[in-house]
């Protein structure tokens, strides 16, 4: 069974950091390039951060360019998220994504909150 469990989420105030972790089972986690998305309530999904298969390439959406880190580790099948300098604008649900061929695989997302 494909799935992806993201972990890592809570609360933190402004200034702060969070690491999120997303674990891939029932694919070839190394063969597939791997998102982050955030969503807050009422407004679109958002793309964050994008890795490639193998890890060498990166990019960010321009709002967390610079704060946030995308990494992998395909020996453990996760995929990781680290945010620093969070802002109150960083409060949203964080989702873990791989697009498998023609399926979409999401997870069930972590809440991160951001108050001053």
């Known amino acids: 069974q494909v799935q992806l469990v993201e972990s890592g989420g809570g609360s933190v105030q402004t200034g702060g950091s969070l690491r999120l972790s997303c674990a891939g089972s029932?694919?070839?986690?190394?063969?597939?390039?791997m998102k982050w998305y955030r969503q807050v309530p009422g407004k679109e999904r958002e793309r964050v951060a994008y890795?490639?298969?193998?890890?060498?390439?990166?990019n960010y959406a321009d709002s967390v360019k610079g704060r946030f880190t995308i990494s992998r580790d395909n020996a453990k099948k996760r995929v990781y998220l680290q945010m620093n300098s969070l802002k109150s604008d960083d409060t949203a649900v964080y989702y873990c994504?791989?697009?498998?061929?023609?399926?979409?695989?999401w997870g069930k997302g972590t809440q991160v909150t951001v108050s001053s």
């Open positions: 029932g694919f070839s986690f190394s063969s597939f390039g």
């Open positions: 890795i490639s298969s193998g890890g060498d390439i990166t």
């Open positions: 994504y791989v697009l498998l061929f023609s399926l979409d695989v």
